[in-house]
DNA sequence: ACCCAGGCGGGCG
DNA sequence: CGCCCGCATGGG
């Protein structure tokens, strides 16, 4: 039965559970119940649980209506996904990968919030990152609705005003004049909001003169915090499956990955990444 | 104890 | 331009 906090998905494609496994930004700022399987997540309507019964999701939040709206949003839930794994199915490690992790989505975050989390994304590892960013929150999150318990992350200006000595505290190590520098930058001359629905080239370039940003951070940024699918990042998990899957395990280099996977899935090469890394990651330890 | 983690900036040839 | 190197920290 329809219910005003209730959202119906299409029959296997979305997994709450192996969407929030996937390491992207809203899974950082988010608290996961494997248990119950309830992800609660900040926002500026308040907090916003969801949790999947089948193909139900059911939302909670101050606001239902904006809550409703929120998820449908973040979690990308208008693409069409039967045409979407259609399309990225060229071979059959990418088929197998998309079987084993059937209903894992692309998730779409504020730009300033996925900018500052894959600045402290390099060389650096997910559940540090995680660690981090709760930290930062913690410190410098401003609360919302006025509950000091209900913190978001912290703004461009609230981290560019932070000294590189509480910033350091945090545990961001090298990174942490990377990402003053960014928030100062976000805060005065570049407004990130302003990029939305830029195209991917532009909107790369402009994220490229960020400090601590580079390629594959921008890619990222691209990807997750403006939602454009032809952006493909290239990290240390999707050059190793694209190497020994696709190159025959030859040491291959970041421009002749790019232009592979820009052949193979064009527009869509974003969630074909999102599949290839996710199957890197969770393989490595899978064996 | 040792090794590695969703790279990037700077310096050098 | 392309390559190579150092880099802060916490967990396995």
Redesign the pocket.
């Known amino acids: 039965m329809a219910s005003k906090n209730r959202i119906e998905v299409t029959s296997g494609a979305f997994s709450l559970a192996h969407t929030f496994g996937?390491?992207?930004?809203l899974?950082f700022f988010g608290d996961y119940d494997p248990q119950t399987g309830r992800l609660t997540y900040p926002s500026r309507h308040g907090p916003i649980s969801v949790v999947q019964r089948g193909d139900s999701l059911i939302v909670g939040g101050d606001d239902a209506a904006a809550a409703v709206a929120d998820v449908r949003r973040r979690f990308r839930l208008s693409d069409d996904m039967p045409s979407i794994y259609s399309s990225i199915s060229t071979d059959p490690f990418i088929r197998d990968s998309i079987r084993r992790y059937d209903g894992l989505r692309l998730t779409l975050n504020d730009p300033w919030e996925t900018t500052a989390v894959?600045?402290l994304?390099?060389?650096?590892?997910?559940?540090?990152?995680r660690?981090?960013t709760k930290r930062l929150i913690d410190r410098f999150g401003e609360p919302l609705q006025g509950e000091p318990s209900l913190k978001g992350f912290p703004s461009a200006e609230a981290l560019s005003s932070a000294s590189e000595r509480e910033l350091?505290?945090c545990?961001?190590?090298?990174?942490?004049?990377?990402l003053r520098s960014a928030a100062a930058f976000c805060s005065s001359s570049l407004d990130l909001e302003s990029l939305e629905g830029r195209p991917y080239g532009e909107t790369k370039e402009a994220l490229?003169g960020?400090?601590?940003?580079?390629?594959?951070?921008?890619?990222?940024i691209a990807?997750?915090g403006y939602g454009l699918l032809e952006a493909f990042?290239i990290?240390?998990?999707?050059?190793r499956v694209m190497e020994r899957r696709y190159f025959d395990g030859r040491k291959t280099?970041i421009?002749g990955l790019h232009e592979f996977a820009y052949g193979r899935w064009g527009r869509l090469s974003g969630y074909a990444?999102?599949y290839l890394?996710h199957d890197g990651?969770l393989g490595?330890k899978r064996g």
Not at 235 to 239: A, E, H, I, L, P
């Open positions: 996937s390491a992207q930004p899974t894959f600045i994304s390099q060389f650096n590892n997910v559940k540090r990152i660690l981090i350091l505290d545990g961001t190590g090298f990174r942490a004049k990377y490229l960020l400090d601590g940003v580079g390629d594959k951070v921008a890619d990222c990807l997750m990042p990290d240390t998990w999707v050059r280099g421009r990444q999102l890394f990651r490595s």
